[in-house]
T-cell receptor
Framework: DSGVTQTPKHLITATGQRVTLRCSPR?????VYWYQQSLDQGLQFLIQYYNGEERAKGNILERFSAQQFPDLHSELNLSSLELGDSALYFC??????????FGSGTRLTVV | AQKVTQAQTEISVVEKEDVTLDCVYETRDTTYYLFWYKQPPSGELVFLIRRNSFDEQNEISGRYSWNFQKSTSSFNFTITASQVVDSAVYFC????????????FGKGNQVVVIP
């Protein structure tokens, strides 16, 4: 167990729908990152939050949004889903001393 | 912009052979971190190593070893005496200063160990 918890592990939904992916960071870590892994794009950074504030943005679509709550857990919201959004979504948390730890991922399938 | 190149896409080796995975990176920063992760068929990303740009010492951990050459911007990974459990995708990654920001990943090396 890495200490970073992601739920759900698997999600199957239809095009046009909206889903929420949840991440609980490792205890004490203030930073949360979201990454998308798809066959054609590889592993791509989406967005980072630090202690509730958005810190950095990567290749995140406008249909996607995220937030980090006071208890430091984070949610990634994906809306108006398309077939191409099918991917493995990873959350990671970090602290300056040890670096990154990834959760086990949420596998999203859009049908 | 930061970039990581892992040229070999799929590498097949017979069990007990050694395999070396090449990683070449580009960055304008003088301070950065380099990482290797393993992604087994189950899908999770398993941390293997983090290396600071100021530390060029090679590292060995069991059957794993890493060779960091700043002069050639390379951070290569060798698995000695490979085992079937080593079959996985291996990713090299680079982070912005202080190791606390986004990771730029290479495309990964699929390693297949044949028994």
């Amino acid at each position: 167990d890495s200490g970073v918890t992601q739920t759900p592990k698997h999600l199957i939904t239809a095009t046009g729908q909206r889903v929420t992916l949840r991440c609980s960071p490792r205890s004490g870590d203030l930073s949360v990152y979201w990454y998308q892994q798809s066959l054609d794009q590889g592993l791509q950074f989406l967005i980072q939050y630090y202690n509730g504030e958005e810190r950095a943005k990567g290749n995140i679509l406008e249909r996607f949004s995220a937030q980090q709550f006071p208890d430091l857990h984070s949610e990634l919201n994906l809306s108006s889903l398309e077939l191409g959004d099918s991917a493995l979504y990873f959350c990671a948390s970090s602290d300056p001393g040890s670096g990154y730890t990834f959760g086990s991922g949420t596998r999203l399938t859009v049908v | 912009a930061q970039k990581v190149t892992q040229a070999q896409t799929e590498i097949s080796v017979v069990e007990k052979e050694d395999v070396t995975l090449d990683c070449v990176y580009e960055t304008r920063d003088t301070t950065y971190y380099l990482f290797w992760y393993k992604q087994p068929p189950s899908g999770e990303l398993v941390f293997l190593i983090r290396r600071n740009s100021f530390d060029e010492q090679n590292e060995i951990s069991g059957r794993y070893s890493w060779n960091f050459q700043k002069s050639t911007s390379s951070f290569n990974f060798t698995i000695t005496a490979s085992q079937v459990v080593d079959s996985a995708v291996y990713f090299c990654a680079l982070s912005e200063p202080y190791g606390n920001n986004r990771l730029a990943f290479g495309k990964g090396n699929q390693v297949v160990v044949i028994p």
